[in-house]
């Protein structure tokens, strides 16, 4: 059954596919100066802000009542998630590691990692230890869980 459960959550991210990727070469007016210099967003942009930080609480909150792919959403989070929260599961299933962060009585964030969740096997992470990742937003897996990508252990 977690075999199933692990290889669902894997195929919902397609692992990369939420990814964006920024033309470096673009000259823009930044954040950080004139064209050239500091971030090559646009100033005011989402993604010159950086992960926008969150609790797991929070984000299952916003992501059930927007249904997950609410447009608003979607241009909130577009430089990323930083979240935080308490862990309360880990499922370790063929090289993958499955975390899942509290976010209220019998609700969950699962996150999913670029690295297979290498990190969170090498730091030794645990139920009931606090952790913050940086995601991509992910979507509704249903009334009890909410999924997150592409994340990177901090």
Known sequence: MKRVAGWLIAAAFGFG??????DATEKKETAGGPAGQGSTA???SAASKGPV???ATDFFA???AAGGAAPD????YDSGILLSGTVVNRIDDMGQTFIHLAAGEGKHVALTFIDSGAATRVKGV???DALVAVC????VGGPAQVIVGDCILQ
């Open 17 to 22: 596919a939420a990814c964006k990727k920024t």
């Open 42 to 44: 646009p100033a005011g």
């Open 53 to 55: 930080p969150v609790t």
């Open 62 to 64: 916003e992501s059930i």
């Open 73 to 76: 959403l979607k241009h909130k």
């Open 126 to 128: 645990k139920v009931s």
């Open 136 to 139: 991509r937003e992910g979507g």
